[in-house]
Nanobody, 119 residues
Framework: QVQLRESDPGRMVPSQTLPLVCTVSGDSITADHSYWSWIRQPPGKGLEWIGYISYTGGTVYRSSLKSRAVISRDTSKNVFTLQLSSVTPADTAVYYC???????????WGQGTQVTVSS
């Protein structure tokens, strides 16, 4: 069974860099045609895709977040990460890590982690 679990970054203060880790079990982040995404949902709003890292290590980002987001991976630990720099209260959201397949369908979701940015 594929499972994803997000880390809990704790409370964030504006201007800090948000570090999130997604631990994957039951699958490999290098499995063919697998895409490992970060998605967030701000309070009262819809889901917002942040970006993904592919099974080859390539990355793609939402254009509006490209200057602040970095997605990377550690294949030896089977984890992938998100670093979002210069956070503001607008980055407050539930953050999810998600596995997508070849056709882009979202197959497996983590339970989500609440990130609150406040001074």
């Amino acid at each position: 069974q594929v499972q994803l679990r997000e880390s809990d970054p704790g409370r964030m203060v504006p201007s800090q860099t948000l570090p999130l880790v997604c631990t994957v079990s039951g699958d490999s982040i290098t499995a063919d045609h697998s895409y490992w995404s970060w998605i967030r949902q701000p309070p009262g709003k819809g889901l917002e895709w942040i970006g993904y890292i592919s099974y080859t290590g390539g990355t793609v980002y939402r254009s509006s977040l490209k200057s602040r987001a970095v997605i990377s991976r550690d294949t030896s630990k089977n984890v992938f990460t998100l670093q979002l720099s210069s956070v503001t209260p607008a980055d407050t959201a539930v953050y999810y890590c998600v596995r997508a397949g070849k056709a882009g369908q979202y197959e497996y979701w983590g339970q989500g982690t609440q990130v609150t940015v406040s001074s």
